[in-house]
């Protein structure tokens, strides 16, 4: 393996997808609250969703909460991805291959492509995502950002023990997108050596450009005593995506997606969380690809430019995609992407 320090930028612009309102799709049914609408996708096939060889497992972390996993195991394989999703998402919405609104994702798509290359994939629902348990019994909602890193610990530490194959005594890959790729760099900072290496997606590490816009400036002060007096409120709007319709209706048309605005506390533990990351990067001994967009919009890609800057590890590769937006997994010229992120992979086993 080669030991080399990597910019790579491309120019242009485009594209995207973010959180906000809209229809339902699947037989859901949602209140205004965002608070019940547990989708369980019980009568569809997991055939088709887990492909050939996939399962699900559930998950019961230290908070009693049951988390849902997915396993998608490649032949003969090499190494694992660990998948960590964004705000309001969850695993299969952001890794599968999406052919008609309001069903839920095929086997295909960034798993499919792993898969053929011999890498197994696991990822999670977040807790009170997707089909996993919420605290409070609320979706989209969390109590602490560090819930979320235990979470992927969690699911680290048992995939040596797992009961499906090509999962055990593998090198493990960490990636994550938009706070997926923050949840995905603080837990690598609890035990670096869990971790073959980090492919980080429009991480969410820095969001001083968002908390500069609109009215954010005078929410921003009060942001912490929200959070400890109404921290299910959900009144911190995102915006819709306006460059990219096919991908906002995919997000509207998905049942298991947040619909709501993000709530209190989560947004209060995302401005803390990504400020006490900024002052970590110096930690960062591991190999890492980061890819980021200069036009993302969502996720500074400052934070990114900065963990490329600051980071101590000698392998460390950052990918300007400017042709793209945030949503890197799903907007053109993702599959070209797809393929550095593989090679990038395969030449650190």
Known sequence: MSVAATVIQTNGIEKAASEPIAKTGAGASRDSSGGVPHTTYDDVDPATYLGPHGAERDLVNAQGLRLKTFYWPADQARSVLLFVHGHGAHGLFELLQIEELGQPPLYGGW???????????????????????????????????????????????????????????????????????????H?????????????????????????????????????????????????????????????????????LVAHINTRVRNANEYLRCTESIMGRLGEVTLPFIVAHSENDSMCDPDGSKALYREARATDKTIRLVNHMWHVLVKEGGNEILLEELIAWMQARL
């Open 187 to 255: 837990a690598a900072l609890e035990d670096q050596t869990l971790f073959r290496g980090l492919v980080l997606l429009a991480p969410m590490l820095s969001l001083q450009r968002v908390s500069r816009r609109g009215l954010n400036p005078y929410m921003r002060p009060v942001a912490a005593l929200l959070s400890r007096i109404v921290p299910w409120a959900a009144i911190v709007a995102t915006d819709r995506n306006k460059l990219n319709p096919v991908l906002q209706d995919q997000w509207d048309s998905d049942p």
């Open 111 to 185: 798993v499919q492509k792993f898969n053929e290359a011999g890498i197994s994939v696991v990822t999670l629902d977040n807790q009170g995502c997707g089909r996993s348990d919420g605290a409070r019994n609320l979706r989209y909602f969390v109590e602490s950002f560090q819930d979320y890193v235990n979470d992927v610990l969690l699911l680290r530490r048992t995939l040596s023990e797992v009961d499906v194959p090509g999962f055990r005594d593998l090198p493990v890959f960490l990636s994550g997108i938009s706070m997926g790729g923050c949840v995905a760099l």
